[in-house]
């Protein structure tokens, strides 16, 4: 089951925050995060583990509620380089071959 | 500069023919993806794979086959390429742990005509 992402666009000024928000109706061992900017593989950003930790660097935070079964992805003061497609992936499955189910992506489009 | 290598970037095939996607990476990775990438859809797993020779299907096998002879390459095969196979293809590999994130190659744009 594909994990829902919201919202699937967002636009924003230089400067702003945007929080991106993935759920999953499945139970949850893991969370990927990844940006990519047109024409351009997906890069990764971070994973979360089971456990409800919260990771970040540099302006880009993200969370992770395994009893609500979700992760949310957080922009802070968000850059001309922040533009791009954020996609997440969720992984169901305590082996390191587990695969990775992907939702459809939020598209993120930063105004100067 | 880790790499996984996508054989092309554009190809146009005909209707019917066998087609093959090569993916190469240099990391010495234990599981290897394949995804297809189509607007409004997202990343859809095709196949992957957590080992030589070993194989599992993804969300969307119909008409595709895998086939991971070395460590290092994992190929796609369209049997029979239709038209709905005209899609963004993109490789990916990972090491072999939970904590791992997936690096992508930079994808092979399939036209089937």
């Known amino acids: 089951q594909q994990p829902v992402q919201s919202p699937q666009a967002v636009i924003l000024r230089e400067g702003e925050d945007a929080v991106i928000n993935c759920s999953s109706s499945k139970a949850l061992y893991s969370v990927h995060w990844y940006r990519q900017k047109h024409g351009e593989a997906p890069v990764f950003l971070m994973i979360?583990?089971?456990?409800?930790e919260q990771k970040g660097h540099d302006k880009i935070s993200a969370s992770f509620n395994e009893k609500k079964q979700q992760s949310s992805l957080y922009l802070t003061a968000s850059q001309l380089s922040y533009s791009g497609t954020y996609f997440c992936?969720?992984?169901?499955?305590?082996?390191?071959?587990?695969?990775?189910?992907f939702g459809s992506g939020t598209r993120l489009s930063i105004r100067p | 500069d880790v790499k996984v290598t996508q054989s092309s970037r554009y190809l146009v095939k005909r209707t019917g023919e066998k087609v093959f996607l090569e993916c190469v990476q240099d990391m010495d990775h234990e599981n290897m993806f394949w995804y297809r990438q189509d607007p409004g859809l997202g990343l859809r797993l095709i196949y992957f794979s957590y080992d030589v020779k070993m194989k599992e299907k993804g969300d969307i096998p119909e008409g595709y086959s895998v086939s991971r002879e070395k460590k290092e390459r994992f190929s796609l095969i369209l049997e029979s390429a239709s038209t709905n196979q005209t899609s963004m293809y993109l490789c990916?590999?990972?090491?072999?742990?939970?904590?791992?994130?997936?690096?992508f190659g930079s994808g092979t744009r399939l036209t089937v005509v």
């Open positions: 990916a590999s990972s090491r072999g742990q939970r904590d791992y994130g997936y690096t």
């Open positions: 992936g969720t992984g169901g499955g305590y082996s390191s071959a587990s695969k990775i189910i």
């Open positions: 979360l583990l089971k456990g409800g």
